[in-house]
């Protein structure tokens, strides 16, 4: 398969940072950015500098610790935010603002000729400060697309690094982001990024379309955190690049440590059930499943845990089947004779179906519980052999 050619920018320390409620010491984010950098990611959105001082000086502090990622910070169409973010001595800045007509009548209550006539003002003074600019769309989704087009032409004209397609209220299907993407991307002169939210769930899948059609900087969060419902889940989007994008210059085993450490971080906790990282993404319990993959874990595991620094897990429950069970109970060291199985299997539903975990004490219960009644079923049969 011919690699996608792409590239992740990552912004949980921006956008991530905007999750209600969220706020990341400058310690915090530096750790983030060290992790993130492990793994390969080109580049680190590392804050929004006009957010207040702290928050500069956090920005400041990453660009100081040299990473091989590059450093981006947000900057409206303001100068002082263009020259917060020259102070920080970042790589790249992105220049937003929003070009949906809803946008710019509401919060700027000016016409687009206006607004991109100052925002190109503001592209030509970034520039000549000798910094790389992001020229972005906010609110692209809802756009007029020859408005975009305008605003990407001029601003790549001008010398825009990239040009950038905010999906702002996550409005977008995969299938609407691929039309989008393959027009846009195949029309413009610098390289298309795409930056997406998770309003109808669909952030991860049109981050993915969007560089299967011809996006080449992708957005993500650790952990899928961001506004509202969040941003295109960074793990999800880099096992989809591996998996079916052919990139697999990530490194991808630092994954769960990552995401714990943004779970811990921004006490926003990870679904069970979240893709890559959550507690049930390996985890089996389903007697039909676990009889198959103790064979070939490819029958129900798609990528192996262990290519994201996770493990297989099997659990005990209500769905356990005889197979399972038994591969269980032999891999704790214990053979069960003939007639034992069943009995723990019974018990272990029977449990399960009060709703009680079946823990390791309480398998250890259940098989000592057992191996007693066994052993008295023994005695009281050769006594009533003695007897009788
Ligand atoms: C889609 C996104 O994620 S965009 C990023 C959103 N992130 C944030 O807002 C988080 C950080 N924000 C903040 O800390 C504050 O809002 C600040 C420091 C940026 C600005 O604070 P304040 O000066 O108090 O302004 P306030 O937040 O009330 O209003 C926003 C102002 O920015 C203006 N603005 C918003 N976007 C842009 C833009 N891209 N270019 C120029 N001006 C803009 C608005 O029109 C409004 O201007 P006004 O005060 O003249 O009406
Ligand atoms: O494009 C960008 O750099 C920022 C846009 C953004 O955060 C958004 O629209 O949600």
New binding site residues.
């Given amino acids: 398969m011919k690699p996608l050619n792409v590239e992740i920018c990552d912004v949980t320390l921006r956008?991530g940072e905007?999750t209600p409620g969220v706020s990341f010491t400058c310690e915090e984010k530096q750790d983030i950015a060290q992790r993130l950098s492990d793994i390969g990611i080109d580049i680190i959105e590392a804050g929004?500098p006009?957010?207040?001082e702290y928050e500069k000086r956090s920005v400041r502090s990453i660009v100081e610790m040299d990473l091989p990622s590059d450093i981006c910070c947000?900057s409206?169409?303001?100068q002082s935010d263009i020259d917060a973010a020259i102070d920080c001595g970042v790589d790249l800045v992105s220049l937003?603002?929003?070009t949906s007509d809803l946008h710019l009548r509401i919060?700027?209550k000016k016409t687009r000729e206006e607004m991109l006539d100052l925002a190109l003002g503001m592209l030509d003074y970034a520039l000549d400060h000798g910094i790389k600019v992001r020229f972005s769309a906010?609110d692209a989704s809802r756009t007029d697309t020859a408005f975009l087009k305008e605003m990407y032409a001029k601003g790549a004209d001008r010398g825009a690094s990239y040009s950038s397609y905010?999906d702002?209220v996550g409005c977008m299907t995969p299938l609407s982001m691929y039309e989008t993407v393959r027009v846009l991307s195949t029309w413009l002169k610098n390289p298309l990024c795409v930056h997406c939210h998770n309003d109808m769930g669909f952030a991860s899948a049109n981050t993915f379309t969007a560089a299967q059609a011809g996006a080449f900087q992708l957005h993500t969060t650790v952990n899928g955190i961001g506004?509202r419902c969040g941003n295109a889940s960074l793990e999800e989007v880099l096992v989809a690049l591996r998996m079916q994008g052919g990139v697999d210059r990530y490194d991808l085993s630092a994954l769960q440590t990552l995401s714990r450490t943004v779970e811990t971080y921004s006490g926003i906790k990870i679904a069970k059930t979240k893709p890559v990282v959550g507690e049930h993404a390996f985890c089996h319990e389903s007697g039909i499943h676990i009889a198959a993959l103790i064979q070939d874990r490819n029958t129900y595991e798609y990528y192996p845990p262990e290519m994201v620094g996770a493990e297989q897990k099997f659990i005990l429950g209500k769905h356990t089947g005889r197979k399972g069970l038994e591969y269980i109970l032999t891999t704790l060291g214990y053979n069960p004779v003939p007639g034992e199985v069943d009995v723990i299997l019974e018990r272990i539903k029977s449990i399960s179906e009060t709703k009680q975990s079946i823990t390791h004490d309480v398998l250890l219960s259940v098989i000592s519980e057992t191996r007693q009644e066994t052993e008295l079923k023994k005695t009281s049969g050769s006594d009533k052999a003695r007897t009788g």
């Fill in positions: 956008d905007q929004f006009s957010v207040s947000l409206r169409c303001v937003f603002f929003a919060k700027y906010e905010a702002t506004e």
